[in-house]
């Protein structure tokens, strides 16, 4: 399964909004599983965006045929406009299935490691990180999801609440850190948490 993730400023809210919606004509494609995102809680007028395919090869035919014509009605309403492509490694919690509709909340974490860290990154996040993530109230499903690079991570989760998020407490973070030595592994992390626009959802 392929990982898209596009970020971007917008500058025209209403233009943005109402393009977004076009993006419902996504459902015909082959290959499409989901879309959701929403707006970042710590960059004023940011967004993310997360599509789901079944393989790089529907992803390709679909930006080969329809991509241009269902992005024309956002044009000129966003700027800086980043996007990244994963291929799914694991669920961070079992049975993860690639929908958004019951989310309030995505907590996004983009890891970029040391070359020869790789594995044992993979390695921590499947047997200390993903225990403790799934054990937090809230927690209804995530991805971890590897770049072609080979050494770009992506961990995308899904939250009933802001509140239930806050429950997985900075203490038990940095505690976690240490076990999974994960400052031998990492190079840079960024992240951001992201409110659900509901209307945005495919």
């Keep these: 399964m392929l990982v898209k993730w596009i970020r971007c400023a917008v500058v025209d809210r209403v233009g943005f909004d109402r393009g977004q919606r076009k993006w419902a004509g996504l459902l015909g494609e082959p290959g499409f599983r989901a879309q959701g995102g929403g707006w970042s809680r710590s960059q004023p007028g940011v967004i993310h965006l997360f599509s789901f395919w079944e393989s790089r090869a529907f992803y390709d035919s679909f930006m080969a045929r329809s991509h241009d014509r269902l992005a024309a009605a956002q044009q000129g309403s966003f700027q800086d406009s980043r996007v990244r492509l994963f291929e799914y490694r694991f669920d961070v919690k079992m049975g993860f299935e690639p929908r958004f509709h019951d989310a309030d909340l995505l907590r996004v974490a983009h890891t ?47 939250w009933k609440s802001a509140a239930e998020r806050a429950k997985y407490r900075t203490e038990r973070v940095e505690r976690l850190a240490l076990r999974a030595q994960t400052g031998a592994d990492i190079a840079a992390i960024t992240g951001d948490v992201i409110d659900m626009e509901p209307s945005w959802t495919v």
């Design 112 to 158: 970029k490691v040391h070359e020869d860290r790789a594995e044992h990154f993979a390695l921590m996040q499947e047997k200390v990180w993903n225990p403790a993530m799934a054990g937090s109230p809230g927690m209804l499903r995530g991805v971890f999801a590897q770049a072609e690079s080979g050494c770009e991570f992506l961990v995308l989760s899904m």
